[in-house]
């Protein structure tokens, strides 16, 4: 049976979470986190307590990804399977892991040191494969790291943060919240006139990146590194140093840019420090040996807005990443931040707030591109005592990670975009209720957002009469996922934030009439709100001027995949696919040659190179079989194979339907039925009409947009890329050569220089060969799990 | 539903109708006699909508979609709806296919594809499962008796129904409103001689035998569940239909007091 039941620290937990039901998840995470399981005990009495059927709690408790019912080991390996780490390989270092611990994905270790858990994206592609180990990042993981990994983690010892210590961190310091209160525009300005004098633009200042794909490549021990360098003060000068939100250019994290030069340093390790602060702080010049070097001329580049990467962006919604500090609503002011708010308080009514979101033709960056300023609209003339205005920061597409950077690098744009929302929507109407929604999977995101919360709500922006506005008041609460891709739905979001298992309900009655608690509500994705503060403060017009007919200003993807520069890009709507790979993603990966670009995520679809010029636009990209999404755009070279794509797709959705209807549930298993017959090698002729017939059916007949979505990427690429399907069914090969049952490894004598790496590393002891001479694979004993082709540096080895 | 008042004008398979603002299409379907086909749709529950084989076609000026008749409000004028139109057919042939791959080892369900015409399907079937998954069970225990003794579990194709740990619990009354729903007769119940069994959720539950005759009617937890929520007396309650009757007849005809007193039901 159990182990018992800790009542007293239960109870603690229930009043931090103000004995919400609405905040189950949160608490339930708590328990988790504790136990490294949800013990039957507990839940009983949090059901109890919460008076919430204990039904209802199991069915919580079974729904969401983030919970198990049997206890995990002492160290957590969570292999992430997004998109981008699949095209790279996930599945062996997966596969590898699970040989080591003799486990499978799910399962405990019989002496509960090691669990190994799956997770749809961690978003943090541009290091993919990617691992954590009790929290900590490991990237660009290949099969032979994974001894050390398991090495290290039991090194470790239990050093897990518990997620009661990483909130306390958040608490903004008490003194100088008393300290400052902006009573009305008048004290904002003032103030932020006072930051501005305290701020020398000449005094130079170190930018380290703070977002998760730097801190994950080691930012933090370059950070130690300045600091202590700067400490002992031998320059003589005086150095700011700031971790800033993420820049975007992962790939070459860690990232470090000087001012007052603007030199983009890549790569960064702690003992290169000591050459930056004296070639670059003190001297004014660049370390060669560590800027961006272009890879076909050769020729550095110094100057950050010179780096092809950035150059070819419009970055508005990101600009201010790489010049603030996420946790100090002091440097957002001093760059202009709650400006925007100040104006829309007092200088417009909320029905002139709406019509100027509306005439900016802002559409919802979420993935339906709805008109933003209609959706508002709509929710202020429903009917009902309050209305909810929620941030859905539920990131859920694996190979996507734009609302995770935003959130980590400049969290109160997006509260700002929400407080001049709810005055909008609300204002004079009814009351308002702020939400957000995060992935649990984010946990700087959600740190930074609290922080953010707590620090706008000490200053007053938060709270009763905001910036002196009679009679407006509104506040925010956060909640978090349990890890349900479903819940980036808006109903299923919805019903989650009420505590309940994320499960979509017909919308024939919408959300902004009837939503969260039945009352109006509003929802929109984290970077819809942070376009917010922009149109507000300059204007719809200049926001309207940038981008296409239909789909205006700006929009972020991450550019993941099989291309030389991956990371996040923000570019102005209108610009064709093939400018975003090729000029600022710098083309393909070692010099192999494009095959796809997925964009939309896992309801997008696969794009052939004849549409590469198609331009960045809602309408265009959704006419292409493909969409907008939430802006993930995962580029595909020769070695991937489509119809694995596909499936692999699939095999996401199946995971993540919430099984509520008939053709969600049973179409995506019945598809992936025929899609495994097809990658054995037993596919027929006629399976390609009835995929196309069950793709249909499941687009048509679906409750929500997951599965009304589910087929696209079957379909597109049954659309464009049907030889490949048909090779796999006529020829019985996979022409990527992915495929294992249509494979076979071989080694080329003429290539293999007889260097023995490939033989100990063979999980199967199916490799002979001496010293110096060509090497062979015993095709009896080979599992065809392509460590020997990862590893072998003279490609000796061949996958025919 | 709601019926606001509002009258709204459609068409239905080509067929004129006006109703009241809120309506489903199923209900105005079903006043022109057009029938369209259900399974997890119970009139006493509200729609649920997870089935999907009561799609239709919704046409409204240019837009054209395809929508669930048990749960879509008519609240629009000039809707132009056909239950059988050749996409709305071809998809819910599918539909069928899936539900029949599903529980073809359930006659029910396989009685129910054939008489929409699916007799057979290619798709992988699935051996011994009879649930369809169609919720009634769980909703009339959660909203029309109150108890929510039974839930779901887990999600996707994983989803099934199930008890709070897969253990007995003593919410479920054996009151059997789940059995009577049940389109596939996938809920069996019996009562022994001393206790009501009902084998899905784990449950044995003592029956209530008449304090006069000593039949068995219903179950002690039911008895207890009444009690707890309606001011009915005592008495009344542990006498079956038949000794109520008699007890009341006995008390009219001045032989005993009857049995329920004043009976507030």
Not at chain 1, 3 to 17: A, C, P, T
Not at chain 1, 350 to 365: D, F, W, Y
Not at chain 2, 139 to 160: K, M, P, T, W, Y
Request: glycine share 12%; aromatic share 6%.
């Amino acid at each position: 049976m159990d182990i018992g039941v800790d009542q007293e620290w239960l109870d603690s937990i229930l009043d931090h979470f103000g004995r919400d039901p609405g905040q189950v998840i949160a608490i339930l995470h708590r328990v988790q986190d504790r136990h490294r399981y949800l013990p039957e005990g507990d839940l009983r009495y949090l059901a109890d307590r919460l008076s919430i059927p204990d039904s209802q709690l199991f069915h919580i408790s079974t729904f969401y990804g983030a919970f198990s019912l049997k206890p995990k080991g002492e160290h957590v390996c969570s292999v992430c399977m997004g998109t981008a780490c699949h095209v790279r390989g996930a599945h062996r270092v997966l596969e590898e892991l699970e040989r080591k611990l003799e486990i499978k994905a799910g399962e405990t270790t019989s002496d509960g040191e090691f669990s190994i858990d799956t997770v749809n994206c961690l978003g943090a592609c541009a290091l993919g494969p990617l691992v954590t180990v009790d929290g900590e990042y490991y990237g660009n993981m290949t099969t032979s790291k994974v001894a050390r990994l398991l090495k290290r983690a039991k090194g470790n010892g239990k050093g897990r943060l518990r997620l009661e210590d990483q909130e306390d961190e958040t608490r903004p310091s008490a003194d100088r919240a008393e300290k400052v209160h902006l009573a009305n525009p008048t004290a904002l300005s003032e103030y932020r006139a006072l930051l501005q004098a305290g701020y020398d633009p000449q005094q130079p200042l170190i930018a380290i990146c703070g977002g998760t794909g730097c801190l994950a490549l080691g930012a933090s021990s370059v950070r130690q590194a300045f600091d202590e360098a700067t400490s002992k003060n031998e320059l003589g000068i005086d150095v700011r140093m700031k971790f800033t939100g993420c820049h975007g250019f992962c790939e070459r994290g860690p990232l470090v840019v000087t001012h007052p030069q603007e030199n983009l340093y890549v790569g960064v390790k702690p003992q290169d420090v000591a050459e930056i602060l004296q070639t670059t702080v003190q001297q004014g010049s660049p370390v060669e040996r560590l800027v961006y070097h272009d890879p076909g001329t050769g020729e550095g580049i110094p100057q950050e807005t010179e780096v092809p990467f950035y150059k070819h962006q419009e970055r508005l919604v990101f600009g201010m990443n790489g010049l603030i500090d996420p946790t100090s609503i002091d440097d957002y002011i001093r760059i202009g931040g709650y400006s925007a708010l100040a104006r829309a308080l007092h200088e417009m009514t909320p029905e002139q707030v709406i019509a100027e979101v509306t005439e900016s033709g802002l559409r919802g960056r979420g993935g339906g591109g709805f008109s933003a300023g209609f959706k508002w609209e709509t929710c202020r003339n429903a009917h009902g005592p309050i209305r909810y205005v929620i941030v859905n920061a539920d990131e859920g597409d694996p190979g996507a990670y734009m609302d995770r950077s935003l959130l980590e690098g400049n969290p109160h744009s997006v509260l700002e975009g929400l407080i001049i929302g709810a005055y909008a929507i609300a204002f004079g109407v009814s009351k308002a209720q702020g939400y957000i929604y995060v992935r649990h999977e984010y946990p700087l995101a959600v740190k930074y957002f609290i922080r953010a919360v707590e620090e706008a709500r000490a200053y007053g922006l938060l709270g009763q009469n905001i910036l002196g506005k009679e009679g407006f008041h509104f506040d925010v609460r956060i909640s978090q996922g349990g890890g349900a891709f479903v819940c980036g739905e808006s109903s299923a979001l919805m019903a989650s934030l009420e505590g309940k298992p994320g499960e979509p309900k017909a919308k024939y009655v919408h959300t902004v009439h009837k939503g969260l608690y039945d009352q109006p509500s509003n929802l929109n994705n984290v970077e819809t709100w942070a376009n917010v503060p922009l149109i507000v403060g300059r204007g719809a017009d200049w926001y309207g001027g940038m981008g296409t007919e239909k789909s205006k200003g700006t929009k972020v993807f991450s550019l993941v995949g099989k291309v030389n520069h991956t990371g996040l890009v923000e570019v102005p709507m209108g610009i064709s696919l093939r400018e975003i790979i090729f000029r600022i993603g710098g083309g393909i990966r070692d010099g192999r040659q494009f095959k796809a670009v997925q964009t939309g995520g896992p309801s997008g679809g696969c794009l052939p190179e004849s549409h590469l010029d198609l331009p960045v636009d809602f309408d265009e990209l959704t006419k292409a079989g493909s969409m907008m999404g939430s802006g993930g755009m995962i580029v595909m070279d020769q070695d991937t194979c489509m119809v694995d794509v596909a499936r692999y797709f699939l095999r996401f959705l199946e995971g993540e339907s919430c099984g509520k209807c008939i053709p969600c549930r049973e179409g995506i298993q019945q598809i992936l039925h025929i899609l495994d017959r097809i990658c054995e090698g037993n596919g027929e002729d006629s399976d390609l009409e009835r995929l196309v017939a069950l793709g249909n059916a499941v687009q048509n007949t679906s409750l929500c947009a997951l599965g009304g979505s589910a087929a696209n990427p079957l379909l597109t690429t049954l659309e464009y890329f049907e030889d490949e399907y048909l090779a796999h069914i006529r020829d019985g090969t996979c022409p990527a050569g992915v495929c294992r049952d249509l494979i076979e490894f071989t080694i080329i004598e003429e290539k293999c220089t007889g260097c023995l790496a490939c033989i100990k590393p063979c999980p199967q002891d199916g490799i002979a060969g001496e010293l110096k001479k060509p090497h062979f694979i015993d095709r009896e004993k080979c599992i065809k799990c392509g460590i020997c082709y990862e590893i072998c540096k003279f490609d000796a080895v061949a996958r025919v | 539903m709601e019926h606001h008042g509002t009258v709204h004008q459609v068409t239905i398979d080509g067929r004129p109708i006006s109703v009241e603002d809120g309506t489903t299409i199923l209900e105005a379907a079903a006043r022109l006699g057009i029938e369209v086909p259900t399974l997890c749709h119970h009139p006493a529950l509200e729609p649920y909508g997870v089935c999907r084989v009561c799609i239709v076609e919704l046409r409204k000026g240019k837009r054209v979609k395809t929508v669930t008749a048990c749960n879509y409000p008519i609240q629009d004028d000039e809707l132009v709806i056909y239950t059988k139109s050749e996409n709305i057919v071809r998809d819910r042939r599918t539909v069928l296919e899936l539900l029949l791959a599903r529980c073809y080892s359930s006659p029910v369900v396989r009685e129910f594809c054939a008489k929409h015409g699916v007799f057979d399907t290619d798709l992988v079937k699935t051996e011994g499962e009879l649930c369809t998954l169609c919720g009634r069970c769980v909703n009339v225990c959660r909203d029309l008796i109150g108890q929510a003794a039974i839930g779901f579990e887990s999600r996707g194709s994983h989803r099934s129904t199930a008890v709070p740990f897969g253990k007995p619990t003593d919410r479920c009354i054996g009151c059997g409103a789940c059995v009577h729903v049940c389109p596939t007769d996938c809920i069996k119940m019996e009562d022994l001689p001393q206790d009501r069994v009902v084998d899905r959720w784990m449950t044995t539950a003592p029956i209530l035998k008449c304090r006069r005759c000593g039949k068995g009617f219903g179950t002690v937890r039911e008895l207890e569940l009444l009690r707890s929520r309606n001011p009915v007396v005592k008495r009344y309650l542990e006498e079956c239909p038949e000794c109520r009757e008699r007890g009341l007849g006995e008390s009219l005809a001045g032989k005993a007091p009857a049995s329920g007193g004043s009976v507030a039901v």
